[in-house]
């Protein structure tokens, strides 16, 4: 994904430099890929959530800013400064949607 494709494969076979899977393809009125994680509290794996999203975000920003594809990050966490630094840093940016499931 270091070069922007969106690609289908065994997630046991992508190498080390490809981004984290999709958690699901969206299609019909909006088209395009979720990143959908749940976070409640701090620690482990739950404080790499918040930079694998922001590194989501980069990555479309750098391969498919103005393109038809929608990308929506849906977190849920109680984690509400965290979630709304992400939400307020990507907000102008069209294609990417940053969500609690609620908001």
């Known amino acids: 994904m270091e070069d ?8 046991n076979k992508i190498d080390k430099k490809s981004l984290k899977s999709f958690d699901a393809k969206v299609s019909g009125n909006i088209n ?16 790499n959530v918040f930079e694998e999203a922001n590194n989501l975000c980069e990555w479309i920003i750098k391969f498919h800013k103005n393109k038809d594809t929608t990308f929506i990050l849906i977190i849920d966490t109680d984690l509400i400064t965290k ?11 069209s294609n990417i949607i940053i969500s609690n499931h609620y908001i």
């Open 32 to 47: 395009g890929f979720m990143f959908a994680k749940i976070v409640y509290g701090n620690g482990g794996h739950q404080d």
């Open 83 to 93: 979630i709304n630094k992400l939400i307020d840093k990507y907000k102008h940016i």
């Open 4 to 11: 922007g494709l969106i690609i289908k494969k065994d997630c």
